[in-house]
Every structure is written in structure tokens, then in C-alpha cells.
């Protein structure tokens, strides 16, 4: 009992835990996850094709079952479990991972569509012919051996390789803290930049990409983006755009259809059938009819057919960018060099790799001139026994036994004990004259052997040629043209609203207090107008029959600019009050109401927002700056810079870049002013703008207009005693900005006129007084006035309160018999 508890330790978990996944890690990424440099294999790959070789299961002899290779391949090589090996095993089998299959594989080996394969007792394989060069020579001592698991075998810590199967094949996969992603390239431009490499050890990167361009995918496809390849053969690591190869083709009825024939590497493709046929079935774009898999032993072919004058080329742009028709490929190249896991670029890989063939090349050199050379000398004494046959049998036949028959013949005529087993182990069918001869050219051959081999470890210049001239006949027997086709930039994607939206005529309504939706044309044409869902207290701003196209800008009078598509507004019924905008828009404050809304299908850069504020500023802002923003669903952008607290917009006008009108200010007190457009300036989004007009203490712009072009514009005035007045804008004088201005109200000692509203005269007017009473007015029912007058009373101050809002009255009426004439 002393002894056991003697042998316990008392250890921090940290420094147990830190010590033994320190080990583990070392484990799996050196003798499972990632592959070496030289052979481009895991150690688990290595195995298969090693003990497959070794027990003759070659690409000239017959298929065996699966089942057999894998036990044996497990007992003497990779104790991890037959899964393991079978996965590795059916990988290096499928085409469409691999771009040179290294195992031949009867039965089902698993699909692009991620079936899995047969299991091993159904399967055979054996090795393919090109996994025979990565095989070759590695029984002449070419790489080093080691003991396997339980020291009953040896297995090799890398294969010989006659070709850069790491570039080649490329390799996937995960360990701790480490991963590896090196896609699959064209045998033959392997070749082709490994033997430049070797003839210009100094070469750059970029002159290897001439013979390497990129790599080539065993499923093709259109690899995008020569500047990111270029980065990533050079660190070991980028980005590229993978997409599929597809092409638009006509169908019977003026329909068309799009054709998949490659599809990006490593992309499941029942998977991205399965989507498509999603998008179809969700309606998330219109005008797909029906998507199918049509792929059989011809090869791969998926087919989109659409829906007649359906955009081709618009869905075909919303797949790529919503589907795996198009992929980002990231290239992460880790391999074990030396012992370590290192991120490599192009040119180290494809000299690591020469530099393991310079001593694959050295080694097999040494052993084959060992061989020749002892050859050679058993060969010298065979040719000098012939010539003292006689002697040489008289010896051997006083000898007594094989031992003394060596020892007589090493005593009396010069042999080596090598010589002498050579002799004394000759059969007598040799001992004729033609055999002579035989010896004597073999013995010539030999030398030449020798010298050849001895120039080879001699000249590394040689070596080089004995290298180069192996890779060329690789190139020549297995090489094929390239699959996956190289374009040098990333092309982006711009999907249509046209796709993604189906065209429809809806009625759109945005109310003051922020209140607002669509409705079908359907919808509104069944109910009243009178009946459109809405507050007491609240009224419309903007009522129009637009296109689920068309786009709104909407700004509220604290600077806030909104923006939505037409389709994105809630498709509500006419008679519901709507959405409030701020159910979706953050940032906006309780009291902050919309001022004006504008619709456009495309928008103008050449067009300008005037902005018009109480407190006297106004400032011109280009439309462009208030292209869609990336949060534009959640949040709004400023549009005017408000600096004072109880600042406001008054009025916002949208007008063209060299517009000649006149800007037509209003305070409450009664002041006017008239100065020309071009002298405000144009400036940013976040700007607060230039003084409009120079107010007096207490007094406010109650509202700016733009004075129409070469014709009068009237307009009408309201006070807060309701009196209302009708006057031409021309009679007050054009001065310059941040004047005062004229009076345009008379002045009076007692009970004086405050202007509450100023607009240009349309049609009609809503007034509210303070007690919630309404006073609908035609305008045109004024006659017009001079700028003296202080108009006509339409209200009773005493007994209904002062007018404290004026609005315009949207004619939904008017739009009724807009719509019924459009259908």
C-alpha cells in the first residue's frame, strides 16, 4: 500500500492539461491532419498506397475487395479504426475531388451529390497506374523507414514521388490550431513550372504563374481574380472567386432556359438543386418554372428553365449571388516541412519538392551504383575463372566442401570471397564459350552504369536532367488539358430589383405622423376614398399610384432623410391605418413628423434638395448623397444639420442643377423676401447651409417656396384669426438673400396678424384650429389682393381658438380617376 501511494503525484490541472494536449497536438498535426511537402500525402494516404504496393494490389493485376486492404492496412500500419482508412482510401478513388485519382475503385465510391459509398465489403480497388510514380524506387533505400505502431514492420516517412503531388491532388484538412486548404492543379503546368524552377532557382512568383496560372478543379468551373492568386501563391493565402460554367439556351415558344454543366469544386450538388428549387417554389424572384438535375454518364448538366419574357440573365445573376452557383474559394496552404507545420507559398512548395526529389535521385544513385559496382566485380571474377577454367575446377574439385572450395580458390588465385561464392555457386550450363562473351559485354554495360551513376552524385547538373527528363515522361503519359477556365478579374454581381421584385401598380400613402403603406390597385378601387384608414389628428402627405420599381426618399422636419423601396413598404388593405415607421426605424424622436416625400424610378445626379428651416437657414444638397445606405432598413441619415434645439425643416424642394427660379420666404410677422436660387449654395448632407432671411427677435420662416418660371405664381396666405388672402408672389420685389424683406400683411395695433401658413394656391385647404375644428377651403374661391390686405375670415377666434395648422388637402379623389383611366 506504501509503494502506491509513493507513486502518486500531486500536479496542477493546467500544467497536466497544458502538457498532454501540447503532446496530442504534436500527434495529430504531424501524423494525421496534414500532409508533407514532398509527398503531398497524410500519413494515413501514405499507408494505403504503401501497403497496397507492397502486397501487389497494382494497377496490372486484378481488383480486390476493399475489406481485405483496409484490414491489412490497419493490423500492420494505422491502428485508428477501419473507417478511417476506408474514408482516405474512397477519397483518393472519387475524380471530383481529386484531379489524378491515386486508388481504382469497383462499386459505389459515393457521388457529387454527397451519397455516401458502399460499404468495404462491396467495394474493390486497387492502385492507379500514376500512383505507381509517387511508389517508384522506394525499394532502393530511397526515403528513410521506421518502425510501425508495435515494431513488426517499417513502414516509409515519405514516398519517393516522381511527380508534386501536393500541388497536384492538393489536400483539406483540420488540427489543432491548425488548417490546410490547397486546391488541385493541372498535372502537366506542374510539371511544366517545376522544371523552370529547377533550370531558375532565382525565379519570382509571378514568372511561375505563367506556367502555374492558377489552380485547376477537377469539376472545372470559371476561377476569377489573377491579382488575389498572385497574393495567395505568394503567402499562402487568399481569396478567389469560383463560379460555375453555365449558358442561356432558347426553348421552344420564345422561352429560355440556363444550362449548368460545371459546377464549383467541392460544391454538393443535390444540395444546390435543392436550393434553387426553393427560391422557385418561395417566389423569392419570379419567372423560374422549374429546375432540374439532368446529370448522367454523359456528365453534368443542370437545367433552370424559366418562365416566358422572364430576364435570363437577371436570375441567372441572383443564383450565382444567392446560391453555391458561385463560391468564394480560400486557399490556405499548410504542409509538415521539416518536422513543422508552415504556411507555404507557390515557389516553396515547388522547391521543397525538388529539393526531396535531389535526394530521392541521390540516394537511388548510391544504391543502384553499389549494385552495379558488386556486380561488376563478381562479373571481373567470373571472366577470370572462365579464362583458368581447368585450374579453377581442379581446385574446387580437392576441396572437401563449399567452405574450403572458397578458401583454395581465394588462396591460389587472387578471388574475393565475392568472387569466389559467385564461382563455386555457378551452375555448369554457364561454363560454355558463349557465356564468355555474355560476361564480358555485361561487364561493359556495367561500366557504363557506373560511370553514368558516378557522373550523376558527381554533377548536380546531371542529376537535374535525370530529374527533369522523369518529369517530362510523367508529363507525357498522364498530363491532360485544363478543366477549370482562368478569368483575371472578379467580376461583381449586380442583381436587378426587376428580378427580385414582380412589377405591380400599388397605391402608396405616407401620412404626417409617419404612418404608411401600399395597397393594391384591387384593394383601393373596392373601397371608398373617404374610407383610406387613418388618425383624427393625422393627414396625408403623399398619396400616388406608383410601381413596386419605384423608390422613396422621405425627410421628416428634424433633418432626417428615409429611404425605401416601394416593395419593402407593408402591403396593407386601403382601409388599414398602416405601419409606423418607427416599428422599423431606430433614432427617431416622439415628436418628429414627415415634412415631404419623393418618388423616382432611377434617380438624377443632376438633381438638388432644397432645404428650407424656421429659424432662417436654407442650404442645396446634391440627390447622390442620399443614394441607399447600408442601414437604410433601421435607420435614417441626416440631411440637414440642425444645430439649434427647437430648430425645424419648413419645406424641402427637389429641383434641377441649374434651375433659374426664385426662393419666396414668409416669416409669421408678416415679412417677405425674394432672392434667386443660385444664390444658395451647394453642400453636403451634414451641412447646416446659409442665413435665408435676417428675422426679427421672436419672428420665423413659416415657409419657403420655389416661384415658378416665366409665369405669375399666386399664393395664399393664413393667419393664426383665420383670415385668409390670396396675392401674386411677383409684387414683392426680387432683393438678394438674408434681407429682411417687404411686409405683406397690414399691420395692426390690436389683435395683429401672425402668418401660420404660406403655400403656392393648388386647390384646397384644411385648417385646424385649436379646439380640433375643421375648415376645409377652396383656394381659387379667393380673389386675388394686394400685399396690404389681410384677406377674408374663415374662422371664429373667439369661439373655435387660432388656427394652429394648415395643410394640403390630398385629392384622393383625383387619384381614383387617375386609376381607373390607367386600367
Known sequence: MNNHSNEIQELALKDVMGDRFARYSKYIIQERALPDIRDGLKPVQRRILYAMNKDGNTFDKGFRKSAKSVGNIMGNYHPHGDSSIYEAMVRMSQDWKLSEILIEMHGNNGSMDGDPPAAM?????????????????????????????????????????????????????????????????????????????????????????????????????????????????????????????????????????????????????????????????????????????????????????????????????????????????????????????????????????????????????????????????????????????????????????????????????????????????????????????????????????????????????????????????????????????IEAEIEEIVVETEVLVPEEDVIVTITKEGYWKRSSTRSYAASKPEEIGMKDTDHLVFAKELSTLDHLLMVTDKGTMLYRPVHELPDLKWKEVGEHLSQVINGLDADENILAVFDYHEMDPKQHFLFVTKNGMIKQTKVSEFAPWRTYKSRGTMCMNLKQADERLVNVYLVPEDSKQDVFLVSARGFALRFNLSEVTVVGARAAGVKSMNLREGDQVVNGILLREGEPTPITIVTQRGAVKRMRAEEIEQLTRAKRGLMVIRTLKNQPHEIRYMGESRDQLTLMTADYQFHSIEENDFPISDRTSNGSFVTNEDKEGEVVEVFQTLDIQELRQENSEKS
Open 121 to 485: 465489403r462491396y467495394t474493390e480497388a486497387r492502385l492507379s497506374e500514376l500512383s505507381s510514380e509517387l511508389l517508384a524506387d522506394i525499394e532502393k533505400e530511397t526515403v528513410e523507414f521506421v518502425w510501425n505502431f508495435d515494431d513488426t514492420e517499417k513502414e516509409p516517412t515519405v514516398l519517393p514521388a516522381q511527380f508534386p503531388n501536393l500541388l497536384v491532388n492538393g489536400s483539406t484538412g483540420i488540427s489543432a490550431g491548425y488548417a490546410t486548404e490547397i486546391p488541385p492543379h493541372n498535372l502537366g503546368e506542374v510539371i511544366d513550372g517545376t522544371i523552370y524552377l529547377i533550370d531558375h532557382p532565382k525565379a519570382t512568383t509571378e514568372k511561375l504563374m505563367t506556367y502555374i496560372p492558377a489552380p485547376d478543379f477537377p469539376t472545372g468551373g470559371i476561377l476569377q481574380g489573377a491579382k488575389e492568386m498572385q497574393k495567395a501563391y505568394e503567402t499562402g493565402k487568399g481569396r478567389v472567386v469560383l463560379r460555375s460554367e453555365t449558358a442561356i439556351e432558347k426553348m421552344k415558344g420564345g422561352r429560355e432556359q440556363i444550362v449548368v454543366t460545371e459546377i464549383p469544386y467541392e460544391v454538393n450538388k443535390a444540395n444546390l438543386v435543392k436550393k434553387m428549387d426553393e427560391i422557385r417554389l418561395t417566389k423569392k424572384i419570379e419567372g423560374i418554372a422549374e429546375v432540374r438535375d439532368e446529370t448522367d454518364r454523359t456528365g453534368l448538366r443542370i437545367v433552370i428553365e424559366l418562365k416566358k419574357e422572364a430576364s435570363s440573365e437577371g436570375i441567372l445573376n441572383y443564383l450565382l449571388k444567392n446560391t453555391d452557383l458561385q463560391i468564394n474559394y480560400n486557399l490556405n496552404m499548410v504542409a509538415i516541412d521539416e518536422q513543422r507545420p508552415k504556411q507555404v507559398g507557390l515557389k516553396h512548395m515547388l522547391e521543397a519538392y525538388v529539393s526531396h526529389r535531389k535526394m530521392v535521385i541521390t540516394r537511388r544513385s548510391q544504391f543502384e551504383l553499389q549494385k552495379a559496382q558488386k556486380r561488376a566485380h563478381i562479373v571481373e571474377g567470373l571472366i577470370k575463372a572462365l579464362s583458368i577454367l581447368d585450374q579453377v575446377i581442379h581446385a574446387i574439385r580437392k576441396s572437401k566442401d563449399k567452405k574450403s572450395a572458397k578458401t583454395h580458390l581465394m588462396e591460389l588465385f587472387g578471388f574475393t570471397e565475392d568472387q569466389a561464392e559467385a564461382i563455386v555457386s555457378l551452375q555448369l550450363y554457364r561454363l560454355t564459350n558463349t557465356d564468355v562473351t555474355a560476361l564480358q559485354k555485361e561487364a561493359s554495360q556495367l561500366q557504363d552504369k557506373i560511370q553514368e551513376l558516378q557522373l550523376i552524385l558527381d554533377n548536380e547538373k546531371e542529376l537535374f536532367k535525370v530529374m527533369k527528363s522523369e518529369l517530362r515522361s510523367i508529363k507525357k503519359k498522364y498530363a491532360h488539358p485544363r478543366k477549370t477556365a
